[in-house]
C-alpha cells in the first residue's frame, strides 16, 4: 500500500536486509532460537528471524549505550514513542489512534495479561485454534477459564478457501457466558491477514453479546504483497469493546529488548490500565524504548526490505515443497513469516519430533497450538535461501509419505 515518508528528516541507513548469516554466527549470538536445539541441528522453531539487525536500530542502541541509557524508563509520554507509534499506525495502516492512548509495556503477552486482568470480565475467555500458545496458558494464569474454538474452512478475502473463524460457534460460547475472545491478526499459526467480512463479523457477534476482543497485531508490519493489514480497531463500532498490543519486536526482529504498546480503544480501558500498579504492568525496557523509536521513525525502509525477502522465501517454500514433500500442505502465507505444515500424509504419530530425530530440523509441535494438530507443525521461513532449502531437504529425509495402506488377501478360489 503507498504510504507517506517516515516523519522526520533523518534518512533511513543502509536499507538491505541482510539474511546471509552463518549458523556459527547465529549461535554465537546467545539467542534461544539457535542455542536450544542440540549442534547440527537447524532451528526453524521459534518467531526470530535469521538475519543482521536493521542498521538504524543498531546506531540508536549504540548511541544509547554511549550515553550510558540504562537507568529506569522515563513516563510514557516523555520517550516519544506513543507519538512515534500513532505516527506508524496512521502512516502504514490508515489506522488514526490517539497518541495518549498508547500504553507502553513489556511484550505482547505482558500487554494481553493486563488487558484480561484490568479491563475484562472475571469470566470464560474464547480462543480461536489453532493458537499462539501463550494464549492457551495466559487464560488459565488469570483465573478464567479456557474455551478453545476451532475454525472451519472457509473463504479467505481473496474468494479461496482458508480456515476462517467459526463466528457461529464464537457466538455460542458467549451465549453460554463466555465475555472476551482473544484473537491474532494477522493470524499465527495460519499466515492469514484477516479480511474486513471476517472481522466485521466477530465485531457484531460481540457487539451482539456486549463481549470484548483483544487483538494482538504484533505480526500487522509483516503483512506481505498481495494482502493487507485492517486493525480491528479501525472498524466503525469498535472503540468501547476492544484493545489492541501492537509492537516492532517481530518485523525488527528485537523480541529480547522488551517493549510492546498497548492501545486502549475507550477512555474508560485507558482510566483502567494506567491505574494499574507498577507491579502489573512492569518490564518495559529502556533500551526496548530506543529500539522502537528508532523501527518505528528510521527502519520502514528496511522492513520493506525484509518484506521482499520474505515474499521470496514464501515462493522458495512453495517450489521446494512440491520437489521434496509434495505429500505436505500448506495454505497460503499471506502475513507473518510462519508456515503452518499439514505433516498428517506421513503416517507419523508425531512429525515434529520425527523432524527433530531424522531430519535434524527443529520445527513448532502443532500440538503446543491446541487440541486436534498432532500432525501439523509451524516453519519459519525468514532466514536465508540457502538454509531454507537444507531444512526442507532434511525434512524430506524425516518425512516420506505413508506407505499405502495393503489391500486385503484375494479370496481362494472355490
Known amino acids: 500500500m503507498s504510504r507517506t515518508p517516515p516523519a522526520n528528516d533523518l534518512p533511513d541507513l543502509d536499507v538491505t536486509p541482510d539474511f546471509d548469516v552463518t549458523d556459527d554466527e547465529l549461535r554465537a549470538g546467545g539467542a534461544v532460537k539457535w542455542t536450544l536445539p542440540a549442534p547440527g541441528v537447524l532451528p526453524a522453531w521459534v518467531a526470530e528471524m535469521d538475519v543482521r539487525p536493521c542498521p538504524a536500530v543498531q546506531e540508536a542502541l549504540r548511541d544509547a549505550l554511549d550515553r550510558g541509557a540504562y537507568g529506569y524508563p522515563a513516563p510514557d509520554a516523555a520517550t516519544g514513542l506513543p507519538d512515534a507509534t500513532a505516527e506508524f499506525l496512521l502512516r502504514r495502516f490508515g489506522w488514526r489512534v490517539e497518541p495518549h492512548r498508547v500504553v507502553l509495556t513489556g511484550d505482547v503477552m505482558a500487554g494481553v495479561r493486563l488487558v484480561l486482568e484490568r479491563v475484562c470480565e472475571g469470566a470464560p475467555v474464547v480462543v480461536p485454534v489453532p493458537s499462539y500458545p501463550p494464549f492457551l496458558d495466559v487464560v488459565p494464569l488469570t483465573g478464567r477459564q479456557l474455551v478453545t474454538v476451532a475454525c472451519v474452512r472457509g473463504n479467505g478475502p481473496d474468494g479461496a478457501p482458508r480456515d476462517v473463524l467459526d463466528l457461529d460457534a464464537i457466538d455460542a460460547a458467549l451465549a453460554r457466558g463466555a465475555r472476551t475472545v482473544i484473537i491474532s491478526s494477522p493470524y499465527n499459526p495460519l499466515g492469514r491477514a484477516f479480511g474486513r467480512a471476517e472481522l466485521e463479523g466477530l465485531r457484531d457477534v460481540l457487539v451482539r453479546r456486549g463481549a470484548r476482543v483483544i487483538s494482538d497485531e504484533i505480526h500487522a508490519p509483516l503483512v506481505l504483497p498481495g494482502a493487507t493489514h485492517i486493525p480491528y480497531l479501525s472498524l466503525d463500532g469498535t472503540a468501547e469493546h476492544a484493545t489492541a498490543v501492537v509492537g516492532s519486536s517481530k518485523a525488527w526482529n528485537t523480541p529480547g529488548l522488551k517493549c510492546a504498546q498497548i492501545v486502549a480503544g475507550s477512555a474508560a480501558d485507558l482510566v483502567a490500565l494506567r491505574g494499574a500498579p507498577l507491579v502489573a504492568n512492569h518490564g518495559v525496557a529502556s533500551l526496548g524504548i530506543v529500539a522502537a523509536l528508532a523501527a518505528y521513525t528510521r527502519g520502514e525502509a528496511w522492513l520493506d526490505g525484509v518484506l521482499a525477502h520474505l515474499d521470496r522465501m514464501r515462493a522458495l517454500l512453495g517450489t521446494l515443497l512440491d520437489r521434496y514433500l509434495p505429500h505436505v500442505s500448506c495454505p497460503p502465507l499471506e502475513a507473518t513469516y510462519l508456515a503452518w505444515l499439514d505433516a498428517s500424509a506421513t503416517g507419523l504419530a508425531d512429525p515434529t519430533r520425527t523432524a527433530l530425530d531424522a531430519g535434524r530440523v527443529m520445527l513448532f509441535p502443532g500440538s503446543h497450538f491446541g487440541p486436534g494438530y498432532e500432525h501439523f507443525t509451524r516453519l519459519n ?30 479370496s481362494p478360489p472355490k
Open 381 to 410: 521461513i525468514a532466514t536465508s535461501a540457502e538454509r531454507l532449502e537444507r531444512v526442507v531437504s532434511q525434512l524430506a529425509t524425516a518425512w516420506p509419505p505413508a506407505a499405502p495402506a495393503a489391500s486385503p488377501p484375494a
